[in-house]
């Protein structure tokens, strides 16, 4: 089941990306968008690297921001789709396609990283060690890896039946939970966990920072 849910993902975010906007407000019921936000607070700094950035809505609010905003995603479909996104808003793209497992930036060149809904790529050794390589000392890796909606509406009952049959979001997170001090003490990074409370959801956060 876990295997064919990944083909499922892989073919909604390069061959069926038009589609990401409508699903993704569908399963949560119109808070998408604000449950990727939740990130701004917690950013240091001014050059930020998004991961994984998808349609490019927290690109868009990172430039409205004032922020030098980067971005990486492996998809091209999504990487079109984000640079229109930010045309539209009258905003210049900085966006690279490749891997989190191989960042084209320099060392210590970047102030925060942000990666919102991603996979169980975020918390490989890789993964981590490229971040840290290239955060700045007291950088910070800012990790969005679910949400859980509360609300008693027949669509917040859909839409929480929708996340548990996925198994995706429950997955990340128990691996984050379980592993988060070995692996991420052991690439450096210092991490604090946060809840965040939107519109009758909670949202969870992982803060990392630079230790070394």
Sequence with gaps: MRKLLRLLFHHFYHRFAWTYDFVAAFVSVGRWKDWILTALPHIRGTRILEIGFGPGHLQVELNRQGFQAL????????????????????FPSALTRGYAQSLPFAANSIDSVVATFPSEYII???TLAEIHRILKPGGR???VPTAWIGGRSLADFAARWLFRISGQAAALTDNLTSRI?????????????FRAEVRQSTVLLVIAEKIA
């Design 124 to 126: 490989e050794r890789r």
């Design 141 to 143: 890796l800012i990790i």
């Design 181 to 193: 001090d070995s692996i991420f003490s052991e690439s450096g990074f210092l991490v604090e966990m």
């Design 71 to 90: 971005g990486l995603d492996e998809s091209r479909e999504m990487a079109s789709r984000a640079r229109k996104n930010l045309f539209r808003n009258g």
